[in-house]
């Protein structure tokens, strides 16, 4: 019986050992093929839609430090530009919120949060999508930081 539990351990032992390299190697692998993808693909991958409409938006607009959280009213406006963000609020300033897989963002679903402040709506907050017309669930969403944008004041003298 020893002998077994002696075996098994070594055997256990030695394929988390080779788990344990040839899950290196594949992450080494992967790791410095896909850098320089990444950085050639920055500078050439042409803005999509959603992204030009969002910089459109932005235009004339100064981004600050990004916060965690924002005060939200229940009648606040929140704009969704698919595939790139949810904007809300208007006027002077006006708060982006990008989320980790901004292509599921899809204007065709509404936002539900389920928040855990009542009046702060908060990156952590959990959050999902329905579709807007059947009600069905198309996904969870998770939110990077709120940035504001604050339109730029312009030089007495200019415009």
């Known amino acids: 019986m020893a002998r077994l539990y002696a075996q098994t351990r070594f055997l256990t032992a ?3 050992a080779a788990a344990l390299v040839g899950a290196s190697g594949v992450l ?3 790791d410095t093929s896909a850098k320089p993808d990444l950085e050639a693909g920055a500078a050439a991958k042409p803005m999509t839609k959603g992204e030009k409409r969002l910089a459109k938006l932005l235009e004339g607009r100064e981004a600050g430090k990004p916060v965690s959280c924002i ?5 606040q406006r929140v704009e969704t530009i698919e595939g790139a963000a949810y904007v809300y609020g208007q006027g002077n300033t006006i708060w982006v ?4 897989a ?3 963002i899809d204007d065709t679903d509404a936002l539900i949060v389920n928040r855990f402040s009542g009046s702060e709506l908060c990156r952590f907050d959990i959050t ?3 579709d807007r017309f059947n009600g069905f669930f198309t996904g969870a969403v ?3 930081d709120f940035v504001p944008y604050t339109r730029v004041k312009s030089a007495p003298g200019e415009g």
């Open 14 to 16: 030695g394929l988390a």
């Open 28 to 30: 080494a692998q992967s």
């Open 71 to 75: 005060h939200t009213t229940p009648r």
């Open 97 to 100: 919120q990008r989320t980790t």
């Open 102 to 104: 901004p292509k599921q």
């Open 128 to 130: 999902t999508t329905v």
């Open 142 to 144: 998770f939110f990077e």
